[in-house]
């Protein structure tokens, strides 16, 4: 079975701290997405990543594939109340399978 | 431009009673469907996903059927609802297997 391993599961900060989220299988994709998801909606897209090392910025989030295209990585810097969601990665293989999810809250 | 309505929002049905979840999309044709189910706070799981009218691809033995009657039409249900059932569904759609997802709004189905 493929899996999508998010870390950490949750993750509680103040307003203004920069945090790390990963995203790790043992599985090689040949893309990545990462979604972010607000209570009560469906995800919303925030980036695709295809190449391996690939480092993608999307105002203060930035993203990357791994070398191997087994893991990535979200980083935001200085983190904002709207940043609160739940962070999800998608990986495609021969199926698409989503990672079990990183639930962010970000203190004012 | 393309948009994906699910209803209802919310349900709240006993055990044992049928479900019928719907989903339809506007402004693309051929779409893949997916329905995912969501616990609180976690990740989607798949549950159904259709590349075409009467193309139905099931990822989890369960309680739960789908049906795409029509091209941009989806359907999730259940002849028999269980408690387990409860969560919160989903609705997608892409236009190629591995490009993005577009959700729908959901449903918060409660089963008691």
């Known amino acids: 079975t493929q899996l999508l391993e998010q870390s950490p599961q949750f993750l509680s900060i103040q307003e203004g701290e920069n945090l790390t989220v990963y995203c790790n299988s043992s599985?090689?994709?040949?893309?990545l997405q990462w979604y972010r998801q607000e209570p009560g909606e469906g995800p919303v897209l925030l980036v695709t990543v295809v190449t391996g090392g690939e480092v993608k910025k999307l105002k203060r989030l930035t993203f990357q594939f791994g070398d191997a295209r087994k893991d990535s990585s979200l980083h935001i810097t200085a983190a904002q109340p709207g940043d609160t969601g739940l962070y999800l990665c998608r990986g495609a293989t021969n199926k698409l399978i989503f990672g079990t999810g990183t639930l962010l809250a970000v203190q004012p | 431009s393309q948009t994906i309505h699910q209803w209802p929002a919310t349900l709240v049905q006993p055990v044992g009673s049928p479900l019928s979840l719907e989903c339809t999309v506007e402004?693309?044709?051929?779409?893949?469907l997916y329905w995912y189910r969501q616990a609180a706070g976690r990740g989607l799981q798949l549950l159904f996903y259709?590349?075409?009218?009467?193309?139905i691809s099931s990822e989890v033995p369960q309680n739960l059927s789908a049906s795409r009657p029509q091209d941009r039409q989806f359907i999730l249900s259940s002849k028999k609802l269980l408690l387990s059932d409860s969560g919160f569904y989903l609705c997608?759609?892409?236009?190629?297997?591995?490009?993005?997802?577009?959700f729908g709004p959901g449903t918060r189905l409660t089963v008691t």
């Open positions: 259709s590349v075409g009218i009467g193309q």
């Open positions: 997608a759609w892409s236009a190629t297997g591995a490009g993005e997802q577009y």
């Open positions: 402004g693309t044709s051929n779409p893949n």
């Open positions: 599985s090689v994709f040949s893309s």
